[in-house]
C-alpha cells in the first residue's frame, strides 16, 4: 500500500497525528434495532465469557507513543456479557471487554448480528471496555485513532471480524441460556485502591474549594469509591431454590496499573479483580460464575500504584548504537528503551502491587456479593432510554474537534516519552506537551479556549482532516431495579460525573417517584469520545482537559443529554420507549493487515521438546511449536507449570492466569515459545515441570523435572 | 626505534586500551557485528574551514564495528569522489582537467558508552590522490558526545600524528526539535550549531598549487545547520538511511585556495548536503 507508506512517513512528522487527507474510507454502519419486549413472566439471565486473546504482533491501545507491540500474554483477554429479561420481556446486554476502548464500529456491527439472532439492537446492547492499557487497538471507526491509540498504527478490519464475531457469540449464547433468575443490585464504598491523579484541576472545582480533601491534597478521596453490582443467581422454579450465576459491577479505576513499556497482552487491574472475585465465589458456592467490571466515572482515577520503582520511566533520547564515524554523518538519536533489568524491575514491581490492589477490590466485591444473595429477588424491573448524538456544533461544544497539547504528555503516572517537550518543532510551533502551563492559551472568543491545540493549526488542517476524530456519541441509561446505569463514551472526572449525576437526579425529581439506590455511569461504552472534565477542569489544560475534544461545554452536554433521557424513561409499567438508532458512519482510514494470518497448511511439527531453565527466581520453558495464528485464540490453557510433591503433583500455575508470561517469536510456519514463570515470593524451592497442553487440557509434551527457588 | 608504520599501530592500540580501561559494567553479551554504507552528495565538500572541492561531489564510507556490551571496535574508510572535471575555480584537490577519486581515507577507532555518554578515540589517515601536492596525514582523535534530553552535546579533538602538526577542535551542539515517538522509521529533526578551532594546527600547502590547510590559530568555521534524518528498515537488520540537511556556514579560509597570496577571507555559504546509506546489523526499533 504505497499510499499508506507515504502517510507514515507523514505521520511520524506531525508525531502522535496520522495523516489521512483525502481518503476517509467511509463506511456506513448498520442502525440495527431491537425486537419488540415478549413477556414470559420471568425475570430471566444469562451470562457467557469468550476468550478474545488473539495472536501476539499488534499493537497495545491506550498509552499512545508508550503502547507497544504486543510480544506474547500475560493473562487472557476476555468478553463477559449478562444477558438480562424483566418480566415484561425488557431485555439488555451488559457486555465488558478487556480493551482500551469500545469503538461504534464494534458496537453497531455487534449488534446488528445480535438484533437478527436474538433480537438485541444497539439501542439495548451496552458494550464497554475495562480500560487495560494492555489490549490489542486497529479496530476504531475514527482514523485518528486508529493511528494513534498505540505506537504501531494502522486499522486492520480482520480485528474489527475477529471481535464482532467474538462478542456476537458472547451475547448469543448468554441470550440463548436466558432461564429465570434473581436478582439483587448493591453498592459498597472502597477507599485507598485509587487515587485522583489530576489534583489540581479537582480542586478548581467550586464544590471542592476549601474542602479538606484539597486542603490536606487527600487524594485517595477525591475519587468516586462506590462499588455497584447487580448480582444474578439462577431460580429453579419448580424448587424456588437458587444457584449463583454470577455478576456485573461497576467501579471508577484506570486501567493502567501496568506499567506502560510491558509488551503483553493483560488485562490489568480489572482482570484481577475479576479472577480473584470469581475464585472467591466459586470456592465459596461450589458454582463455576462468571463475573464482569465495567469501568466508572475513570477520567482523574489512577489505581494506587504510585510512587512506582524509578526503573519505570519513558524511553529517554540517546544514540542508536550506528557507527559514530570519524568523517561522515553524525549517529541517529532515537527514543532508547530501558535496559532489560530495568524493564523488568519494573514490571515485578508493579505485577506485585496491582496484585494486592485487585486483591483488596475483590474482597469488598466479595462482600459486597455475599450481602446481596440474602436481597435477590426476582422483581427487578427494567426500561432503557437510547440515543445518538451528534457532536460538532451541538449544544455548547465546538465546531472542530482538537486534541490540546497538555494531553500529548500523558496523564500523571502515564507520562509518555514527549512529556515535557515544549516548543515541539522549535521555532515553528508552540506546543508545550505536558500538563499546564504552556498547554493554556487563553483567546477569547474562541470556542476551544484557553486549550492550546497541539502543532496547530498542523492538527485540524492537515494532519487530523475532516473525519479524523470522533462526531457522534451514543447515550444508553438502563434501569435494573434500584439501580440506573448510564453508559457513555466518554471518561468522566470524578466531578463531572458527580455533576452528570447530580442533573440525572433532578431531571428524575421532576418526572417520576422513582429514586434510583444509585446512578451508575458507565464510561467508555458503544464509542469512544475521550475524556469529560467540567468547565473548570478543564481551565488548567491537565491530561483530561486537554483531551476534551470538544471544548469547554463537554461536561455539560453530557448533562444535558443523560437528563433529557431521564424525562423518556417510562413511569409506572410503561414499556420503554422505541428504540432509535441514527444511522452513522465510521471513518476508519485506509486497512492494512496487522493480524497475523494462519499458515495455509498447519506443519507436522512432531514430537515438542520443552527445555526447563530456572534463573533469577523465574522458571522459563522453552520450545518449538505451532506458529501463534494456529494456536490462538484458544480457550484452554496451552500449557502450566506443575510443582511434584512427595505425595503427587498439583498444578502451580497455568498459563494466562497473570504469574505466567508466555512469549512467542513466528517464524514462516512454526514459532519460538518461552513460557516464564516467576515464583511465588512465597514459595520454598521446590520441584517443578512444564506440561504443553492441548485444547481438551491434557498434556502433549512434559519438560524434565528442575529444582528452582525464588531469590 | 619503531618505524613510522609501527608507531601508528602503537596510536592505534593506545587509545582502544584506554577505553577498554573504563570503568563500565562488564556485560555478558554476546559480540555483535555491523556495518554500515553510505553515499551521499553535496553541492560541495568543505572541510575544516577549507574549500576542498567548490563543484559538487560524491562521498561514500564504509564502516565494520564489533561491539560487546557497552564497548565496540570499528574501522573504516572514507572517500571523495569529484565527477567533473576540475577547475580553476572549484579549488579541487585533484590535477585540473581530471576527475574521479581525490581522497580516501582509513580510521580506526574504539568506543565506549556509558548510559548517555559515548566516548571515542581513534586514528585517522587522510590520503590525497595528488601525491606530493597534499601530503598524507595521521591525526589521533578523541570525542565525547552526551544526550541530555532533547540537547545533544558533543566535541571531536584531533592531534597531527604526521604530515602535519597543532590540533584541531570541532565542539557541537544539538537541539532535537521532533523525534517520531511512533512505531516506524527512526525520524529526527534537529537544529546544530558548530565550530572549529584550530590550535597551532597547520597542514602545510602542496607544492604544486598551494594547496594548504589551515594556518595559524583561531576559528576556522562556524556552521548552523537544520537536519532530518530517517532511517527506515527494510528488514529486521537493514536499514536505510537518509539524511538531508539546510546549512549556513560562515568560514575564515585562511588558506590560500581562495587567495593566492594567503590572506584571510571570510564567506557565508548555504550548503546542502544529501546522504543516503545503509546500515546492517541495527536492531529494528521496538
Ligand atoms: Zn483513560
Redesign the interface.
Known amino acids: 500500500m504505497k499510499r499508506l507508506r507515504g502517510h507514515?512517513?507523514f505521520?511520524?512528522?506531525g508525531?502522535?497525528l496520522i495523516a489521512g487527507c483525502g481518503s476517509w474510507h467511509a463506511q456506513l454502519l448498520p442502525s440495527p434495532t431491537s425486537a419488540a419486549p415478549a413477556a414470559t413472566g420471568w425475570l430471566r439471565a444469562g451470562m457467557h465469557r469468550v476468550d478474545i486473546t488473539p495472536p501476539p504482533g499488534l499493537?497495545l491501545g491506550g498509552s499512545g507513543?508508550e503502547g507497544?507491540?504486543s510480544t506474547g500474554y500475560r493473562t487472557r483477554l476476555y468478553i463477559q456479557a449478562l444477558v438480562l429479561e424483566d418480566a415484561t420481556g425488557e431485555r439488555i446486554a451488559l457486555v465488558t471487554t478487556d480493551l482500551a476502548h469500545v469503538s461504534t464500529n464494534l458496537h453497531r456491527l455487534t449488534a446488528e448480528r445480535l438484533a437478527r439472532s436474538v433480537g438485541i439492537g444497539a439501542d439495548r446492547l451496552i458494550m464497554s471496555a475495562t480500560h487495560t492499557h494492555s489490549g490489542p487497538a486497529h479496530f476504531y471507526a475514527e482514523r485518528q485513532y486508529n493511528a494513534?491509540v498505540s505506537?504501531?498504527?494502522g486499522y486492520d478490519p480482520r480485528i474489527v471480524d475477529f471481535l464482532v464475531e467474538r462478542f456476537t457469540e458472547a451475547v448469543e449464547v448468554a441470550a440463548r441460556d436466558l432461564q429465570p433468575a434473581t436478582a439483587a443490585t448493591g453498592t459498597i464504598p472502597i477507599i485507598g485502591e485509587t487515587y485522583n491523579r489530576s489534583l489540581q484541576p479537582f480542586c478548581q472545582n467550586p464544590e471542592h474549594a476549601g474542602s479538606s480533601v484539597c486542603s490536606n491534597a487527600d487524594r485517595a478521596k477525591a475519587v468516586d469509591s462506590v462499588f455497584a453490582m447487580v448480582r444474578v443467581d439462577r431460580l429453579d422454579t419448580l424448587t424456588n431454590m437458587t444457584r449463583p450465576l454470577g455478576s456485573y459491577s461497576v467501579f471508577a479505576i484506570h486501567g493502567t496499573g501496568i506499567p506502560s513499556l510491558n509488551?503483553l497482552y493483560d488485562g490489568d487491574i480489572p482482570f484481577r479483580v475479576v479472577r480473584a472475585l470469581t475464585r472467591k465465589v466459586d470456592s465459596a458456592t461450589g458454582y463455576a460464575t462468571i463475573h464482569a467490571l465495567a469501568n466508572g466515572t475513570e477520567g482523574d482515577v489512577a489505581p494506587a500504584v504510585e510512587p512506582r520503582d524509578p526503573s519505570c520511566r519513558p524511553p529517554?533520547?540517546?544514540?542508536?548504537?550506528?557507527?559514530?564515524?570519524?568523517?561522515?554523518?553524525?549517529?541517529?538519536?532515537?527514543?532508547l528503551?530501558p535496559p532489560p533489568a530495568d524493564r523488568r524491575r519494573c514490571l515485578d514491581t508493579a505485577l506485585e502491587t496491582i496484585d494486592l490492589i485487585a486483591q483488596h477490590i475483590a474482597d469488598s466485591a466479595m462482600q459486597l456479593y455475599t450481602r446481596l444473595g440474602r436481597r435477590l429477588t426476582t422483581r427487578v424491573p427494567m426500561r432503557r432510554v437510547f440515543r445518538t448524538a451528534w457532536l460538532p456544533g451541538t449544544g455548547g461544544l465546538c465546531n472542530t474537534p482538537i486534541l490540546g497539547s497538555g494531553a500529548a504528555g500523558g496523564a500523571e503516572g502515564a507520562e509518555?516519552?514527549?512529556r515535557g517537550?515544549d516548543?515541539?518543532?522549535?521555532p515553528l510551533l508552540r506546543g508545550g506537551i505536558g500538563e499546564g502551563g504552556p498547554a493554556v492559551d487563553p483567546q477569547p472568543g474562541q470556542c476551544h479556549s484557553p486549550k492550546r491545540g497541539l502543532v496547530e493549526p498542523l492538527q485540524s488542517k492537515l494532519v487530523v482532516g475532516e473525519h479524523g476524530f470522533p462526531e457522534i456519541a451514543q447515550f444508553t441509561l438502563v434501569r435494573v431495579g434500584d439501580v440506573l446505569f448510564a453508559a457513555t463514551p466518554g471518561e468522566i472526572t470524578t466531578t463531572a460525573g458527580d455533576r452528570v449525576r447530580a442533573a440525572m437526579r433532578a431531571a428524575l425529581r421532576l418526572h417520576s417517584t422513582w429514586n434510583p439506590q444509585v446512578i451508575a455511569v458507565i464510561s467508555l461504552a458503544n464509542g469512544f469520545i475521550q475524556y469529560v472534565p467540567t468547565r473548570e477542569e478543564y481551565g488548567l489544560q491537565h491530561y483530561e482537559g486537554g483531551s476534551a475534544l470538544y471544548g469547554p461545554g463537554t461536561a455539560q452536554f453530557f448533562s444535558d443529554r443523560l437528563s433529557e433521557m431521564v424525562l423518556e424513561l417510562p413511569t409506572g409499567g410503561a414499556p420503554s420507549p422505541a428504540g432509535l438508532v441514527a444511522p452513522i458512519t465510521a471513518y476508519p482510514g485506509p486497512p492494512t493487515s496487522l493480524l497475523p494470518t494462519p499458515p495455509i497448511r498447519v506443519p507436522a511439527i512432531g514430537a515438542l521438546a520443552i527445555t526447563l531453565l530456572c534463573r533469577d527466581g523465574r522458571l522459563t520453558a522453552e520450545w518449538t511449536d505451532l506458529a501463534p495464528t494456529t494456536l490462538f485464540p484458544r480457550a484452554g490453557p496451552l500449557g502450566r507449570f506443575v510443582e511434584t510433591t512427595a505425595t503427587g503433583s498439583l498444578t502451580a500455575a497455568t498459563d494466562g492466569d497473570g504469574s505466567v508470561e508466555v512469549e512467542a517469536k513466528s517464524g514462516s510456519t512454526t514459532a519460538a515459545w518461552t513460557a516464564s514463570w516467576r515464583l511465588p515470593a512465597s514459595g520454598l524451592s521446590g520441584e517443578y515441570r512444564f506440561e504443553r497442553l492441548d485444547q481438551g487440557g491434557t498434556a502433549i509434551a512434559v519438560s524434565t523435572t528442575r529444582l528452582c527457588t525464588r531469590r | 626505534m619503531l618505524t613510522s608504520t609501527g608507531k601508528r599501530w602503537v596510536l592505534l592500540f593506545l587509545p582502544i586500551a584506554g577505553v577498554a580501561h573504563l570503568p563500565i559494567h562488564a556485560q555478558s553479551s554476546p559480540a555483535?557485528l555491523?556495518y554500515?554504507l553510505?553515499a551521499?552528495g553535496t553541492n560541495g565538500y568543505h572541510w575544516r574551514g577549507i574549500w576542498r572541492s567548490r563543484a559538487p561531489v560524491i562521498?561514500w564510507?564504509g564502516?565494520?564495528?564489533v561491539?560487546v556490551g557497552h564497548l565496540?571496535l570499528?574501522a573504516?574508510s572514507?572517500a571523495n569522489l569529484e565527477p567533473r572535471s576540475a577547475r580553476a575555480g572549484h579549488l579541487s584537490d585533484l590535477p585540473l582537467g581530471t576527475s574521479g577519486l581525490s581522497e580516501w581515507?582509513l580510521?580506526a577507532?574504539g568506543?565506549a558508552?556509558m548510559r548517555?555518554i559515548?566516548l571515542?578515540m581513534?586514528v585517522?589517515q587522510s590520503r590525497y590522490r595528488r601525491r606530493g601536492n597534499d601530503p598524507e596525514v595521521t591525526e589521533a582523535?578523541g570525542?565525547v558526545?552526551v544526550?541530555a534530553?532533547?540537547w545533544?552535546l558533543?566535541g571531536?579533538a584531533w592531534t597531527a600524528l604526521d604530515g602535519a602538526d597543532g590540533t584541531f577542535i570541532e565542539p557541537a551542539v544539538?537541539?532535537?526539535?521532533?523525534?517520531?515517538?511512533?512505531?516506524?522509521?527512526?525520524?529526527?529533526?534537529?537544529s546544530?550549531l558548530r565550530a572549529g578551532f584550530q590550535l597551532g594546527h597547520r597542514i602545510p600547502p602542496g607544492t604544486a598549487s598551494r594547496t594548504p590547510g589551515p594556518l595559524g590559530t583561531g576559528l576556522t568555521h562556524a556552521t548552523l545547520s537544520t537536519q532530518l534524518?530517517?532511517?527506515h528498515w527494510l528488514s529486521r537488520r537493514i536499514a536505510l538511511?537518509a539524511?538531508s540537511s539546510v546549512a549556513v556556514q560562515w568560514r575564515e579560509d585562511r588558506a590560500t585556495r581562495l587567495r593566492g597570496d594567503g590572506t584571510r577571507g571570510a564567506h557565508l555559504r548555504f550548503w546542502f548536503?544529501l546522504?543516503l546509506g545503509l546500515?546492517l546489523g541495527?536492531?529494528a526499533?521496538?
Open positions: 507514515r512517513l505521520i511520524a512528522i508525531g502522535f499493537g507513543p507497544r507491540r494513534s505506537r504501531v498504527g509488551t529517554r533520547l540517546g544514540l542508536r548504537n550506528t557507527i559514530l564515524t570519524p568523517k561522515g554523518q553524525p549517529g541517529i538519536v532515537d527514543f528503551e509518555t516519552r514527549v517537550w516548543w515541539l518543532f522549535w | 555483535r555491523s554500515v553510505n551521499a562521498q564510507d564502516a565494520a564495528a561491539t565496540s570499528a573504516g572514507w581515507d580510521w577507532q568506543s558508552r548517555n559515548t571515542t581513534g585517522l582523535y570525542s558526545r544526550q534530553g532533547r545533544g558533543g571531536t544539538t537541539f532535537y526539535h521532533f523525534v517520531n515517538p511512533l512505531a516506524g522509521p527512526a525520524l529526527a529533526l534537529s546544530t534524518g530517517v532511517m538511511t539524511r548536503p546522504q546500515s541495527q536492531e526499533r521496538p
